[in-house]
């Protein structure tokens, strides 16, 4: 998709609708009832998203980072690393909230 289309549109318009199916999630429990199945749906919408959307952030981040003059390694090392502390103490934090 990012071969045909221009980046930056392609990102501004997968990343509402990544948003938009998580924001219905109350709203169709609030309407109609949140079933099962209405959540799988909106999780097969939110996911036919994120892979586009993920790889047309990777794709703009050289020219930002060039553009803010931030070095690309830095960020993307910072980056990974609080992304793995995250899953790290994230799943830890919520297991320990959930038994006390």
Known sequence: MLDVLNRRDVSAVLDPVSAASVAMLPVI??????????????????????????????????????????????FVGVSQSAESLLAAVGPSAAAERAVS
């Open 29 to 74: 429990d609030a309407t109609v009832g949140l079933s099962f199945g209405w959540f799988v749906a909106f999780g097969l919408i939110g996911a036919i998203r994120d892979v586009p959307g993920m790889t047309t952030r990777d794709v703009l981040l050289p020219a930002v980072c060039k553009k803010d003059g931030v070095d690309m390694q830095r």
